[in-house]
């Protein structure tokens, strides 16, 4: 009996464990021992933009998680955070290719690992893990996209996502392209990432030639451009062409030929379920 005690006791604790899961299923689970073998820990800077503060904070990148867990890079689409407060907000891995961030367990110094609640307007307790992005180089306008999110216990690495239920190949490439590639930052129909415009919108759906240059060169279309150029692989043109297919056909009855309402319908839901997360309340601007 008091074994068993005993091992509760011990279970409780585990309670602040890191847990991993890929797909919904437990794959590891890290107590904090074990979480700082993972990898060096390192200082991450968190400036806050509403009182223009910062503070440091001290932990692992996800990048260093990723190695120890032996997960392929290019088969995570998006990773769900799990929080001890039930929030469970969704973020596409695009996100994590283009900055680096940490899984956080103290602040430097004796700093307590605490931050103000702007939504509450309480201090809350950042543990057992504070998600903080390494943006230092970045405009605030643009910091503001990339969520810290606290009281992190668990982290779902998804790598299966919803399939274009249409017989179409190029439209249906286009939309694992727009998927992959795009949505973590634009919306269509109002569905999806808010780090840019609303894609159906853009006027140079009404260019191919443009759409490609700007896709695979935003630099050269826009000298202020934040966007990412397009991965450089063998058919990446023929990829870019489908997502500008996908979008044309979605933007306008131009193609009716090639859609029906039943088929934009389906597809319109797709995008939704996409964009919704499987479990939780979706992502707000930020975890505050
Ligand atoms: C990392 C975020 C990010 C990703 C991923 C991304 N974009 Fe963008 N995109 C932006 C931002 C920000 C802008 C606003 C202008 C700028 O910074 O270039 C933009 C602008 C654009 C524009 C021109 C502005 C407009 O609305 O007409 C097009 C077209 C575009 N993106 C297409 C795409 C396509 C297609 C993909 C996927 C292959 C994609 N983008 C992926 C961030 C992104």
Redesign the pocket.
Known sequence: MYLLKFFLFLFSFNALALVVYQDGKFIKSYNREQFLKIGESEKVKFLNHINNKSSTYIGISINDLIKDLKLNKSDIEEVVFECLNGYQPFL?F??FQ?RDAYLTYKSAGAKPFTRFSQKTKEIVNLGPYYLVWKLDDLHYK?RL?YSSIYKIQGINFKTKLFKLPLKDSTLSDGFS??KR??????KIKNQG?T?????L?????RNEVQ?IQ??TN??G??P?????P?PDFQNKIY??KH??QL?NVLRSAKNKEKLNKKDINELNKVIKEFSTPTFGKPLEPENI
């Open positions: 596409n695009q996100l283009n643009h996209k392209t727009y590639y795009c949505i973590s930052c634009h990432g780090l840019s415009s609303e894609l919108d853009s006027k140079y759906l759409f700007y896709v935003p630099l279309m826009n202020q451009s934040e966007m990412l397009f990829k870019i997502v500008f979008l």
